[in-house]
């Protein structure tokens, strides 16, 4: 196993991976947990952390720089004309109405409606293919129906949209490495892998 290895008990009760920026692998345990029962534990995981230092070491290749103001006001201008039209767009089909729409540059999420119907969008979806442009507005319109994400919810965002899946797919693969250009680059920010779940998650809630 390459990197660095850190383990940090605390009063938790359950053990975790964690595997930094700088690619230090930490183990998060209880403090009853003896070295010889972490030990065992890194090996039974040996496979998933050597998979994820992979993963974490080629993400690092990719990375381009962070995103200067001059960059993202620009985004903005971008979007600013561009999203509200493929809302306009939009609606009618989904069969909605709504209200104010606004660009901002959201780390957590590429999209949100309000109860009121208020909609906020990611100018980094200026950086996407259009059609993925468009799933993200169908599928905020669409919460204006549903406002959860329930199987009659993606039902509604599969009858406009037949193949989102595909279009959510592009954006759960590349739109993390978009969002990561937002935030400084620092060695101690980590990239939090819990082979337990589905893996990291970043780059919004859709």
Avoid at 74 to 91: C, D, G, M
Avoid at 181 to 197: C, G, M
Wanted: net charge positive; proline share 5%.
């Amino acid at each position: 196993m390459e990197g660095q290895l850190e383990v940090i008990r605390s009063r938790r009760k359950t053990v975790s991976l964690e595997i930094r920026r700088d690619l230090t692998v930490v183990v998060r345990a209880p403090w009853h947990m003896s070295d010889q029962a972490i030990r065992r534990f890194l090996r039974d995981k040996q496979t998933w952390i050597e998979g994820h230092l992979a993963q974490a070491m080629e993400r690092r290749r990719e990375l381009l720089p962070p995103f200067t103001e001059g960059q993202l006001l620009e985004l903005k201008q971008q979007a600013t004309r561009a999203i509200p039209a493929r809302v306009a767009w939009f609606a009618p089909t989904v069969g909605v109405s709504y209200g104010r729409v606004a660009i901002g540059r959201q780390i957590s999420r590429w999209g949100s409606c309000s109860a009121v119907g208020n909609l906020n969008f990611n100018c980094l979806l200026m950086l996407c293919p259009p059609e993925v442009l468009d799933y993200v507005v169908v599928h905020e319109l669409c919460h204006r129906k549903h406002m959860n994400h329930s199987r009659a919810f993606w039902a509604e965002v599969e009858r406009v949209l037949p193949d989102y899946q595909m279009r959510r797919n592009w954006l759960k693969e590349h739109g993390g490495a978009l969002v990561e250009r937002l935030r400084p680059k620092t060695v101690d920010e980590s990239l939090s892998f819990h082979p337990d779940t589905s893996g990291c998650s970043k780059g919004g809630a859709v």
